[in-house]
């Protein structure tokens, strides 16, 4: 991983705004092939989910900012606050920007938030197999793998 202590101040995290909903869905449309729901998303389409995600109140989704530009984003979502579970996922991190250690820097602070705002103690996720800097960043991060699903989906859990 590349990135410093200096990089990380430049960054930031924010809820998601009506004003993201367009980068949102130009980072999800061009990395649909690593997503178990591959779907291409229409404006009407985001839209559609970003009224019904304002009701929820088990989603939270993210943007990473550097220095004020939207670089990444990633979410929060199946918060079950009885069982202190969540899900995380939704990780892009736009391609100029890739590889400098800013994917770990959100999942870090998605972890944060879901220990202190939720109290969550446990996370989980599901990535495609063949999806290899993604299996390594969540290694990494501590994420380990509790299964197949249908031979290409890997389960990954995390104690926090
Ligand atoms: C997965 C993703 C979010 C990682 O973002 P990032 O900012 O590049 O992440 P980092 O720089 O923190 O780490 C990248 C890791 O991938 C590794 N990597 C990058 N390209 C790679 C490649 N072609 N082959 C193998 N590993 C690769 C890096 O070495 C690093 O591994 P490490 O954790 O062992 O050091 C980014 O690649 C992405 O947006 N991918 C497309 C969308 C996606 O796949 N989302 C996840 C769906 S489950």
């Known amino acids: 991983m590349t990135n410093t202590a200096i990089d990380f101040k430049h960054l930031s995290v924010r809820l998601l705004e009506n004003k993201d909903l367009e980068f949102i869905r130009r980072l999800r449309n061009e990395n649909r092939q690593h997503f178990l729901d591959s779907n291409y998303i229409s ?6 989910w970003y009224k019904s995600y304002l009701l929820r109140t088990d989603d939270q989704m993210f943007v990473l900012e550097e220095n004020g530009v939207s670089v990444g984003c990633g979410a929060l979502y199946n918060i079950d606050i009885d069982k202190k579970k969540a899900e995380v996922g939704r990780f892009v991190i736009d391609v100029s920007h890739r590889g400098k250690g800013y994917g770990g820097i959100l999942i870090r602070l998605i972890e944060e938030m ?7 103690k446990e996370l989980y996720l599901e990535a ?3 999806n290899i800097p993604a299996i390594s960043l969540y290694k990494r991060m501590g994420y380990k793998k509790v299964g197949r699903q249908s031979g290409s989906v890997f389960k990954m859990v995390k104690k926090i």
């Not at 404006?43 to 559609?48: A, G, L, P, T």
């Not at 879901?114 to 969550?120: G, P, R, T, V, Y």
Request: proline share 0%.
């Open 43 to 48: 404006k009407q389409d985001q839209q559609r």
């Open 114 to 120: 879901a220990l202190s705002k939720f109290e969550i």
């Open 128 to 130: 495609l197999a063949a």
